[in-house]
């Protein structure tokens, strides 16, 4: 078995290992680059042929596949709002009669003390309301 595969294998790895902690998706590139140099190694190219195989295949790691990986973490960090980010903006149930002094309110099946966002306003039992804000334990509505 020729040692330049060897070597490329355990960069490889070693590279691939150290993306875990790091999570910027630099490393991983340059490991994949070394798998690629460790492919070439396998099919007998020569050192330099490798060194080439491995720069090469890291370049185009990093413009094409870094992009995609950060933009697909992104994503997920963008769509799903957790906590109050959550309720605000989404749409209720009247439960009990809404004013300023009572109220409760159903959003996605748990019930929340309520009450208007404007103060002149009074909601009903069966009305629908929009979540403005959360203060606190107390979801602030409106009516569309």
Not at 19 to 37: D, K, P, R, S
Not at 55 to 62: E, K, N, P, Y
């Amino acid at each position: 078995m020729d040692v330049w595969l060897i070597v490329w294998l355990i960069v490889g790895v070693a590279f691939v290992a150290a993306e875990i902690f790091t999570t910027t998706f630099v490393l991983l590139m340059f490991g994949i680059g070394a798998f690629a140099a460790a492919g070439a190694a396998a099919l007998g190219a020569n050192e330099a042929v490798q060194a080439i195989v491995f720069a090469v295949t890291t370049a185009l790691s990093f413009v094409a596949v870094r992009p995609t990986l950060r933009r697909y973490m992104r994503r997920d960090e963008r769509d799903h709002a957790m906590g109050v980010e959550a309720i605000e903006g989404s749409m209720a149930l009247v439960m009990e009669d809404v004013d300023n002094d009572s109220g409760m309110i159903k959003i996605d099946g748990e019930l929340w003390r309520a009450r208007p966002y404007d103060t002149t306003q009074s909601f009903a039992k069966g009305d629908r309301v929009r979540v403005i804000e959360i203060k606190g334990a107390t979801a602030m509505v409106w009516k569309d």
